[in-house]
């Protein structure tokens, strides 16, 4: 199971889900560009003590991700047309977050091997992009009993 986050805008999110990741041992990828100056620097401030921990990879480009995608890429969308507690997840799968602005653009959203929903309340938009990973990790990591020991 991998965590990825398509250039996302916000660097407060991104130490968010660098901590989730760091604490559920699950590997994170960083497509660039980011939206934000990103340099090891600002990863550990944004990360705090758990940068270090954190297994942290730079994908200068979604070409550079997409060619070192090993699993499923399933990406977490508001247009999904899998609701999130329908969806069945497998070891190995790339959970796929947009940018917190934009999304993915339209050929990102067509690669994806599933695109999932989390259900909301009517008249909602969407949930920030780290507790959305933490809903999607959880459930995946329940589905394939890939919780840390």
């Known amino acids: 199971m991998r ?52 297994n942290v990879t730079r994908r ?22 899998t609701r999130l507690d329908e969806a069945q997840f497998l070891p190995g799968d790339i959970l796929l977050m947009g940018a917190e602005s934009r999304g993915v653009p339209d050929n990102v959203h067509a690669r994806a091997d599933m695109r999932v929903r989390i259900p909301q309340v009517e008249g909602t938009r969407s949930l920030n ?12 990591l329940r589905q394939t009993k890939e919780w840390p020991r």
């Open 3 to 54: 965590l990825s986050l398509y250039q996302p805008d916000q660097a407060g999110n991104v130490g968010t889900i660098l901590r989730l990741a760091a604490c559920l041992g699950v590997p994170l990828d960083v497509i660039e560009p980011c939206g934000f100056p990103f340099s090891d620097r600002a990863l550990k401030r944004a990360g705090m003590d758990y940068a270090e921990m954190a």
């Open 60 to 81: 200068a480009s979604w070409a550079t991700f997409e060619s070192s995608a090993k699993g499923r890429i399933v990406l977490l969308t508001t247009q999904g047309g």
């Open 129 to 140: 992009i780290a507790v959305a990973a933490g809903i999607a990790l959880a459930e995946a």
